[in-house]
């Protein structure tokens, strides 16, 4: 199968000042992102299980095999499902995620729990912020923890040369009002372009030139919902699907 990168890159910068690249990985059902400005990177997120050893060799290839931080937004199978290879093989200096209550005692939720949950942890929560090289990453939500897992997604904004991307995993409708209006230029469409999340309100208050959708061909819950594409096209938002586009990278 033939992969097709897509490079969109959004300004020019200046010479001396390295690019800050963010690349969303196809890993099929699932999202995992990797945020990289000059020697730094993050890595959000980590895909399905059965995609795993894929995005562990893309992550080594695109980082020297050096990662500075792994966050995970939310525990869910097809955020989590590489996370024990990333953690063997790149050893990431910190580990950050939203500090989600785990009672369940079956796999892979209590290996997570006890694995990734230990020495260089931090939970991270709305106000925080990150710096990735001369990048910053600020936590928008959640500022405290609902029943929903999704809806306690880590919502994520990067800013870079006066730019701004976000990255909304699974956060839903509800977060979405809590967050309010902002304008970024890219946005990773929330829990994969389902109707759960993208309210008009916040379609309208964003005015991003390009939206991700991070999703397999053919999900089995009809993912991404096609009234929610045009809802962000007719807003002036470009779309991009990694099943459709393979790997996206852009530039800020």
Not at 22 to 49: C, K, M, Y
Not at 123 to 131: A, I
Not at 147 to 173: G, T
Request: proline share 3%; net charge positive.
């Amino acid at each position: 199968m033939v992969m097709y990168h897509v490079l969109l890159v959004l300004f020019l910068v200046s010479l001396v000042q390295a690019e800050l690249n963010l690349t969303f990985f196809d890993v099929g059902e699932g999202a995992a992102t990797l945020i990289s400005q000059g020697s730094s990177h993050i890595l959000v997120d980590t895909g399905n299980p059965a995609t795993a050893p894929v995005l562990v060799r893309k992550v080594k290839k695109l980082t020297g095999g050096k990662l500075q931080a792994l966050i995970i937004t939310h525990p869910h199978q097809d955020h989590i499902g590489g996370v024990f290879q990333i953690l063997d093989e790149l050893n990431p200096k910190f580990r950050f995620d939203n500090g989600e209550k785990i009672t369940k005692i079956d796999e892979p939720y209590r290996w997570f729990k006890e694995e990734f949950r230990r020495e260089k942890y931090k939970k991270l929560k709305k106000g925080d912020f990150l710096k990735v090289g001369k990048g910053l990453i600020e936590v928008l939500s959640p500022g405290s923890l609902a029943v929903d897992w999704n809806e306690n997604s880590l919502v994520l904004k990067i800013s870079y040369n006066n730019k701004c991307a976000v990255l909304m995993s699974d956060a839903l409708k509800k977060a979405e009002n809590k967050i309010g209006g902002f304008e970024c230029e890219v946005i990773q469409i929330g829990h994969h372009g389902s109707t759960y999340a993208s309210s008009v309100s916040f379609v309208k208050s964003v005015r991003a030139r390009l939206g991700i959708v991070s999703v397999n061909k053919n999900n089995l819950r009809g993912y991404p919902d096609d009234l929610v594409l045009k809802r962000w096209e007719k807003n002036g938002t470009k779309i991009f699907k990694t099943f459709e586009s393979g790997d996206i990278k852009i530039s800020l």
